[in-house]
């Protein structure tokens, strides 16, 4: 941990990585600060941390992140997403912002590279294909199968999904109340599932629950209560 006596001009990234992820615990979700801590931990730190703040240069920055693109992997052997190079970019942009804002060093003269996101290609299912999948799945409901079906139905996220409880399917009035998600983190490399609040203010909300999977909701209900 940095202290006051700590001479700023030999202040290296990783002291800089340290107070700003400190700094910003209270404000961000806490699977969030676990994604940030293992970025640093594992990518950023072991190839940045040792450098001072006052030698670090937009060109160090850009060329790792560029060898993360092509083979940013924790073995080196598989090139990272962009989406997830986007994301240490990211860090390593607010870490050198909040330090510049606390006078340890000087703003970066030239920009540092933040990949484009890939938008991966998606395979839809035919209508045939859909109402086949449908039909099964109602036909033969149980717990898998329902949470297939509300996905196909509502298009709520896999986390949502699994962080549904039956409180919040509101029976009478057919609204599904949306207001947790299930996360997966890293902790001390093993991989933990935690139930968490929805990212953002829009992904608390009410969905209908169309007719159709209203039956299926009340069967497995139904199904469980009598178990």
Known sequence: ???????????????????????????????????????????ITPNL???FLSDLNA??????LNDKLRSGSIDHHTPLAPSYVSTMSLIISSALHFAANENWCADLKNPIYKPSAINPSFHLLSRADYRKLTEYLTNN?????????????????????????WKNVDFKRRILHIDATVSRINNDGKT??????????SSWRDIPI????????QDVYNNRAEA
């Open 1 to 43: 941990m940095v202290t006051k006596n700590v001479c700023t001009e030999r202040m290296t990234f990783a002291d800089a990585l340290e107070m700003w992820l400190t700094s910003n615990r209270v404000r961000i979700k806490h699977t969030t600060y676990d994604k940030y801590n293992y970025i640093i931990q594992k990518h």
């Open 49 to 51: 941390g040792d450098c």
């Open 59 to 64: 060109m160090q920055i850009n060329s790792f």
């Open 141 to 165: 409901i149980d717990e898998t199968g329902l949470g297939i079906l509300l996905a196909l139905y509502t298009g709520l996220r896999i986390g949502e999904i699994c962080a549904l409880e």
């Open 192 to 201: 933990e599932y935690v139930i968490d609040t929805p990212k953002t203010k």
């Open 210 to 217: 169309p007719r159709k999977l209203a039956v299926c909701l």
